[in-house]
């Protein structure tokens, strides 16, 4: 059992930076995939980037390509999400996710495990 614990989430303006964290308690997630999803109000959830067990494997959404990046530091038992140039439509509640795939996959249903969420506003 992992339990994931997302911080960083705030109010920031267009072309502002905010660096998301995502913490685990329970069990290493050297062991899992990592990723990103992000959900706004009355739209589905979607992925936002992943990355593998080892961190030498990344995938990112087409929009948040050379603006967002994930890493990961597993010594730390964290994940992070680096985001800038944020735009209007990048507001939303974003949720971290952990998956037993071998490789960063952007399907929810391939994640075991997530997140509360941490809400991301972008005023324009």
């Known amino acids: 059992q992992v339990q994931l614990v997302e911080s960083g989430g705030g109010l920031v303006q267009t072309g502002g930076s905010l660096r998301l964290s995502c913490a685990a308690s329970g069990r290493t997630i050297s062991v899992y995939s990592m990723g990103w999803f992000r959900q706004a109000p009355g739209k589905e959830r979607e992925f936002v980037a992943a990355?593998?067990?080892?961190?030498?494997?990344?995938y990112y959404t087409d929009s948040v390509k050379g603006r967002f990046t994930i890493s990961r530091d597993n010594a730390k038992n964290t994940v992070y999400l680096q985001m800038n140039n944020l735009k209007p439509e990048d507001a939303a509640v974003y949720y971290c996710?952990?998956?037993?795939?071998?490789?960063?996959?952007?399907?929810?249903?391939?994640?075991?495990?997530w997140g509360q969420g941490t809400q991301v506003t972008v005023s324009s």
């Open positions: 990355i593998s067990r080892s961190g030498d494997s990344t």
């Open positions: 996710a952990a998956s037993p795939a071998l490789t960063p996959t952007p399907y929810p249903n391939s994640y075991a495990y």
